[in-house]
């Protein structure tokens, strides 16, 4: 039995991630002002980052409607049970959305195996999650037991996040604009998580440099995991290739991870993460 994951535009994958296990994605909807996209679908990152740059105010993004789950929902085989790893509800309506687009499909054919899982995390966390969920399926887990360890699964995830600049926190109104301006000043680096209960983005510390802050960002895994020969970390960079390969590179020196998995934040995360911004995730004790 084959089992469909799908997941929504708060999640980033790596490319070979996609293609070989055929991940479905429904796409988050984007708003420079009266001109509307769909992540992924009609705005590829390049333009995205273009109109991020000439705009004065950062792009609005709204979830997926119930709809766009069902329709997508309704392209899988019906004898094809799925799963869905939504983006937190921390900070999107989407997961909602995707769960009465379970109910759609439900009311019209009760006799279709779906799970919609709120993940409470976003970016590489999803793609960690996907990663598990894609090994599970390869051992022969079955819908119900998957279903159950990937709850358990989100439970264990925890999701690290760096800025490089307070530009974007600070346009979208998340900072006070005189309190990001003295951060800025004094070359304050925000350090952030989502959180256990919601999976909402707190700000955990605030350093000073980015060297201190880069060494901060690494030795908080420390504090989170042991035994890590059989974990996997997730990094995802927001238009930053270079230092996102160079931290990933310090983590693996620093602790013996399995795996790791590297990719680009997509057009949610960077609108507030802004560029240089980095998030890691991986499995805690």
Not at 43 to 51: M, S
Not at 224 to 250: F, P, Q, T
Request: charged share 30%.
């Amino acid at each position: 039995m084959t089992i469909q994951l799908l997941i929504d535009g708060g999640g980033d994958l790596p490319d070979s991630m996609k293609d070989q296990h055929s991940i479905k994605n429904v796409p988050l909807n984007l708003h420079f002002g009266e001109e509307h996209y769909k992540t992924g679908e009609t705005i590829d990152l390049p333009t995205f980052y273009k109109k991020l740059k000439q705009s004065e105010e950062l792009p609005r993004s709204s979830s997926p409607s119930p709809n766009d789950f069902y329709e997508t929902y309704k392209e899988v085989d019906r004898d094809t049970p799925i799963l869905v790893l939504a983006l937190t509800q921390g900070l999107s309506s989407t997961y909602e959305s995707a769960v009465m687009g379970m109910d759609m499909l439900l009311e019209e054919d009760p006799e279709r195996k779906i799970a919609v899982l709120n993940t409470k995390t976003a970016s590489c966390g999803i793609a960690l999650l996907v990663h598990e969920a894609n090994t599970k399926i390869e051992e022969g887990l079955d819908f119900e037991a998957l279903v159950s360890h990937m709850e358990e699964r989100i439970d264990k995830t925890t999701t690290l996040f760096i800025l490089k600049t307070l530009e974007n926190v600070i346009k979208g109104g998340r900072l006070d604009r005189m309190k990001g301006t003295i951060a800025k000043t004094l070359n304050i680096k925000l350090l952030m998580k989502a959180s256990e209960d919601e999976g909402a983005v707190e700000v955990t510390e605030k350093v000073r440099g980015n060297k201190k802050s880069i060494r901060r960002f690494v030795d908080q895994i420390g504090e989170y995991a042991h035994n890590l020969e059989d974990r996997v970390i997730a990094l995802s960079h927001c238009n930053d290739e270079a230092r996102g390969r160079k931290v990933l590179e310090n983590i693996k020196e620093r602790y013996n991870f399995k795996e790791s998995l590297f990719m680009e934040t997509g057009p949610l995360i960077s609108t507030y993460a802004g560029e240089g911004g980095l998030v890691i995730a991986f499995f805690k004790d």
